[in-house]
């Protein structure tokens, strides 16, 4: 299990990471910056090759990776003729396209696995009835056990959060849902009634609901292209939107950082995803790009989102921000991002419950 987690997220952060960093070679590539090094990992070369001006690298450590550009620091020197060249000689525009065209690309990947996913099929619970609440409106309606709801005022569904997205927006009015039972269709009416319920977050929030419950019969759902790649998009949005609202929340205090994963978390989430097969696999994958996204696009100096807030304070002003400000704030940038990696790290290992750890902890009076 262990080798297989090891191996998995290795692929897993080499694509995500290969995906964001292609992104920045390409678009420095288009905009005529030219590209010392493209690495794959920090730390110590492994291997490499220089093909042209540009050396291509696997590295030690594989929790990142790097573009190294033409003249992107203030110290490098440069002939003349090679300042054209130079990514700090480009306008600010040229180079905010640079800088976002990585998490940009780990967006697009994420559309692109995901309308891949969706052709090929993806398992889905049924709009089959796996129990009914006692006095609930499905209840007082008839409604049975191994019920499958077919159409929801004349909307046909075959999916369970088909059905559920219907009822739920309903507004409370009167339904007419079309069901089958012994090969058998028939309409029933019934009022959706207000329910409290537990969001992804765990707060309490009400939906209109009817007091059904999902049976345990899956569908394998495909789309055609077109239909995928929409899903897609709207996916992607979810996620983002889900990610966004997330951070947002552990800032409030409403989700605990322990929630916070790092490689560790990683690994034994990508290693249980290939057991459960390559569709999980890839639809993981999926995910933590578009997370790669929004985090790198953080305005943490060092971050891709820290260099973007520096070039739109440039365009909005007119003149690049000092050297001086750029420096301290990467400082502080690369302080919170190891105390955010570190805890990560921590959290990682508190949820591993290692013996040896808790006596120490305990030692240490935790």
Excluded: C
Excluded at 100 to 122: R, S
Excluded at 151 to 177: C, F, H, Y
Excluded at 209 to 223: D, E, H, N, Q, T
């Amino acid at each position: 299990m262990i080798g297989i987690s090891i191996l998995s997220v290795v692929v897993l952060l080499g694509v995500l990471i290969f995906v964001h960093e292609l992104g920045h070679f390409l678009a420095a590539k288009y905009a005529g910056v030219g590209v010392l090094k493209f690495s794959l990992g920090f730390g110590p070369k492994l291997i490499g090759r220089k093909v042209g001006e540009t050396e291509y690298l696997l590295s030690l450590i594989p929790l990142g990776g790097y573009v190294k550009l033409l003249g992107e620091s203030p110290d490098d020197e440069l002939p003349p003729e090679e300042n054209q060249r130079s990514f700090l000689k480009q306008n600010v525009w040229k180079r905010i396209m640079i800088v976002a065209a990585g998490p940009l690309f780990n967006v697009f990947f994420a559309i692109f696995v995901f309308t891949i996913i969706y052709m090929t099929g993806v398992p889905v619970l049924s709009a089959k009835v796996g129990g009914v609440e006692e006095g609930s409106a499905a209840h007082q309606a008839g409604i049975l056990k191994d019920d499958t709801i077919l159409a929801v005022n004349g909307k046909a569904v075959s999916q369970w959060d088909e059905m559920a997205e219907e009822i739920s927006r309903s507004g409370g009015k009167p339904l007419t849902l079309r069901i089958e039972r012994d090969r058998a269709t028939r309409d029933v009416t019934l009022v959706p009634k207000l329910m409290k319920a537990k969001n992804i977050f765990e707060e309490e929030v009400e939906k209109y609901r009817i007091g059904i419950s999902a049976s345990s019969y899956i569908l394998v759902a495909r789309k055609g292209p077109i239909d995928a790649f929409w899903m897609s998009l709207k996916q992607t949005w979810l996620i983002s939107k889900l990610t966004m609202v997330g951070i947002v929340k552990m800032i409030e205090g409403v989700i605990s950082p322990k929630n916070i994963g790092g490689p560790i978390l990683i690994a034994q989430i990508a290693g249980a995803q290939v057991k459960e097969g390559i569709t999980p696999f890839v639809m993981f994958m999926g995910l933590l790009s578009i997370n790669l996204a929004i985090l790198n696009l953080l305005p943490i100096p060092v971050l891709d989102g820290g260099h973007l807030l520096f070039f739109m304070i440039e365009a909005v002003i007119g003149r690049e921000v000092s050297v001086r400000w750029r420096e301290r704030a990467q400082q502080v940038g690369l302080i919170i991002l190891i105390l955010l990696m570190a805890f990560a790290f921590a959290m990682d290992i508190d949820r591993l419950n290692l013996g040896f750890v808790n006596d120490f902890l305990k030692m240490i009076g935790r």
